[in-house]
């Protein structure tokens, strides 16, 4: 449980995120996210179409429910969340070991424990990236690198993509691995301090994929460590 929550912090340089924040009313902050990018690869762009074709994921509501069980702790714990990354709103509800917990974006006037702003702002970044999987790969922050490999996994034909997100040398090599046919996103993996000795990361498989709003989005995010241990499973229900 504390490698997983650890993920949660780290992932993606969501540190940068943690920083001190005022309990002064705060406005929704409204992102511009691109939706496609000129330099994209054609397996990359082959994605987007399969998983958002019309390019709403960005500009719809979002709500779900996740059930999440680790190998540590078999505790389950249940999160209900709703965001729309173009208004700039979040909020989730959490209930962890008999407690609840909430964090909400933009930030309440009433809310002063540093912390919980802080981890409200995390969540939001966070749960973009796990839920939108696919879909954020047009990402201006997302530096795709030019080799792309074939590869197999579970014996499907697929292409392995590499990008380095921003800032370069504080976050980890993150490798996704998409069907070469259906542009279905199956896999992502992330490395931190690649090739050393203290080399560490997680992989997460996709899937099966639900049909929402419009968009091809995961109902099951299955981590595992590098070595191929189970790490933990989270279960996603959408609804309108």
């Known amino acids: 449980m504390i490698q997983f929550l650890k993920i949660i912090f780290f992932l993606l340089g969501f540190a940068c995120y ?3 924040c005022q309990s002064k009313e705060e406005k929704p902050v409204k992102e511009e996210i691109p939706n496609y990018r000129e330099d994209l690869p ?20 979002i709500a779900c429910k996740i059930v999440s069980t680790t190998a540590k702790d078999t ?9 729309n990354t173009s208004e700039g709103t979040f909020s989730m509800q959490q209930l962890r070991d008999g407690k609840e917990e909430s964090f909400q974006v ?15 702002k995390m969540y939001k970044k966070y749960f973009r990236y796990m ?8 990402d201006s922050s997302a530096q795709i690198e ?3 490999k074939d590869t197999l996994l579970n014996n499907i034909a697929s292409k392995e ?17 998409i069907n070469a ?11 931190y301090n690649e090739g050393k000795e203290n080399e560490r990361g997680e992989y997460i498989n996709y899937g099966p994929y639900i049909s929402y709003k419009g968009m091809q989005l995961t109902s099951e995010l299955n981590w595992h460590y590098l070595n191929g241990d189970f790490l933990a499973k989270e279960k996603i229900e959408y609804w309108d």
């Open 75 to 83: 505790t389950q714990r249940v999160r209900t969340l709703m965001f």
């Open 18 to 20: 943690i920083f001190g």
């Open 181 to 191: 046919n259906t542009g279905e996103m199956l896999q992502s993996r992330f490395i």
């Open 106 to 120: 933009p930030i309440p006037t009433s809310l002063t424990d540093s912390t919980t702003i802080a981890r409200s």
């Open 42 to 61: 054609p397996i990359v762009q082959k994605s987007l179409d399969f998983h958002d074709s019309s390019a709403v994921f960005d500009k719809s509501d």
């Open 131 to 138: 839920l939108g999987g696919a879909n954020v790969l047009a």
């Open 146 to 148: 030019k080799n792309i």
């Open 161 to 177: 993509i590499s990008i380095r997100y921003e800032p370069i040398n504080e976050t980890p090599n993150w490798y996704f691995i």
